[in-house]
């Protein structure tokens, strides 16, 4: 089975950090050349010195603030500037917590922008060069809201559909051209977010009762690690996979009630 990814160039966002710096790390002992994309500078150095370049690879970064999809599209450009990317994960930070009914309308919107539209910019950024390479694995690091929407999470759920719904259609217009797109949705994962949860419903209950009743409710009876997730990701980007597309893949430990 071919996984290797030497000479291949990777743009991973929210790489400074959980499931994205996870991914980068595991796609560049797989020989990747991986371009880091954060809002925070030193974050980004710091991740940097953490990706391996024993097969010769040359990793680089790129500063840009998904808040402000100018400032992404701006950082995409440059990239593909300078190299022909063939990887590309998608992955930002969830929108905060809430029942759908105390949404506002500018929260969708900036879920929108930040997610759906960010993503889009990025696509059409990378497109010409997978064309042109034969080439092309797109992957976007959702949620398994996009399978059951989860409670108090009203926006997340309504964008993560969308961007999954986006994906979909993409895949459908690009494969003729050896691109795939597919979505990878984790689940309880160790990260800052799930502690940041776990701190959330600690404010009812003991924090190890809390944290005992999330690891009941997954069949493995474990929250998953960063990663567990990188590496569905990293098989996804490979030449492994390359007649899988269009799809939406839990890792989750089986907490996921759908099939």
Not at 45 to 51: F, P, Q, R, S
Not at 184 to 205: A, C, E, I, W
Request: aromatic content about 4%.
């Amino acid at each position: 089975m071919n996984l290797s990814l030497l000479n291949k160039n990777a743009v991973i966002c929210g790489s400074t950090q959980g499931i994205g710096l996870a991914t980068a790390i595991i796609l560049a002992r797989l020989g990747a050349n991986c371009i880091l994309i954060a809002r925070n500078e030193d974050s980004l150095i710091t991740a940097l010195k953490e990706l391996p370049v024993t097969q010769g690879q040359q990793h680089a970064y790129e500063v840009a603030d998904f808040s402000v999809p100018a400032s992404v599209d701006t950082g995409i450009q440059r990239i593909v500037s300078q190299h022909a990317v063939e990887i590309l994960i998608n992955n930002s930070g969830g929108p905060k917590p809430g029942p759908v009914t105390a949404a506002l309308s500018t929260d969708f919107e900036q879920a929108f922008s930040q997610h759906l539209i960010c993503n889009h910019l990025l696509v059409n950024a990378v497109l010409p060069g997978m064309k042109k390479a034969g080439y092309g694995r797109i992957i976007n690091i959702i949620s398994t809201s996009v399978k059951t929407p989860l409670p108090n999470l009203g926006v997340s759920n309504t964008i993560r559909a969308a961007v999954a719904s986006w994906a979909k259609t993409l895949a459908n217009e690009v494969g003729q051209y050896n691109i795939t797109v597919n979505n990878v949705l984790p689940g309880l994962t160790q990260t800052m977010r799930y502690t940041k949860l776990l701190d959330s419903l600690s404010t009812t209950t003991n924090k190890a009762e809390a944290e005992q009743a999330l690891k009941d409710s997954v069949p493995m009876k474990r929250i998953g690690t960063p990663e567990e997730i990188g590496n569905v990701i990293a098989f996804l980007a490979s030449p492994a996979a390359a007649y899988v597309t269009g799809t939406s893949i839990p890792v989750d430990g089986g907490r996921t009630p759908s099939i």
